[in-house]
């Protein structure tokens, strides 16, 4: 079957194409990260990009312009702290805001060895607030819609989504097309070519070990090899009888 082999050839062709650009943006990706790690920790470290550092006990007063997302964040020794925290807008009203997600990862301060864990988010909000300690240990206030956008701002950034967004579907194709080449490859039958007189023949082998696994066929008993054919006993004959004629005609 030529026309299955051509389209099996051309399954394993991209299935090699989509796996190798897939291992090039994943290791895209992969270098991107190291380069853009440390920017990252820097921009979400409570210690060095805050809005608010509170010690046990303070409050203070503080003006954002506006923000989607602030988070407040306590250090935590592998446990859960609590957030222990009163957020009050100009006009005296509490925001209640709302726990972590499962997205909302601690963050990590790397030269001192201090672990942070989100305690509190609070989604869009702007104008004047103020912000009570009521807790034990220090309190920071996080503007993390700013820190995202410095982030974005990073080259780096754009590389690290760009080799994830595209190197992982990329590499499912592949991955796709290979299984497929190998389903091909065992449903299709064993085929060689054959050299035959200068023509190029395309066979199956199981057919021809089969053949070659007949007998030949048995001569047949009752035919003569050294008979000659009929004709060329006629042919002998009219010769004779020409040559009679001849010396017949020549006595007369």
């Not at 601690?106 to 300690?133: A, K, M, P, Q, W």
């Not at 974005?152 to 760009?162: A, D, H, K, N, P």
Request: hydrophobic fraction near 35%; include cysteine.
């Amino acid at each position: 079957m030529p026309g299955g082999r051509v389209v099996t050839d051309r399954k394993r062709a991209w299935a090699r194409i989509t796996t190798a650009s897939s291992a090039a943006l994943l290791l895209m990706a992969v270098i991107s990260l190291w380069q853009v790690f440390d920017d990252y920790n820097e921009l979400y470290n409570p210690e060095s990009n805050s809005l608010v550092k509170l010690e046990p006990g303070d409050s203070i007063t503080f003006e954002i312009e506006s923000s989607i997302l602030v988070s407040a964040l306590r250090v935590s020794d592998g446990g859960s702290p609590d957030a222990d925290l009163i957020l009050t807008d100009s006009q005296g009203n509490e925001l209640p805001g709302r726990g972590a997600r499962a997205l909302e990862f601690d963050r990590y301060d790397e030269r001192n060895g201090t672990s942070f864990s989100v305690v509190r988010v609070f989604e869009n909000i702007g104008g004047e607030y103020t912000l009570e300690n009521l807790g034990t240990t220090t309190l920071w206030l996080v503007d993390d819609e700013d820190s995202a956008n410095k982030l974005s701002g990073i080259v780096w950034t754009y590389l690290f989504y760009i080799g994830c967004c595209l190197g992982f579907p990329i590499g499912l194709v592949g991955f796709v097309l290979a299984i497929m080449v190998w389903t091909d490859k065992r449903k299709m039958p064993d085929q060689f070519v054959i050299i035959d007189d200068g023509r190029v023949i395309i066979g199956n082998a199981q057919s021809d070990m089969e053949d070659d696994q007949n007998p030949p066929e048995a001569p047949n008993p009752f035919s003569d090899t050294n008979r000659q054919p009929p004709s060329t006993i006629s042919t002998d004959a009219s010769k004779e009888k020409d040559g009679e004629s001849w010396k017949s005609w020549d006595e007369g």
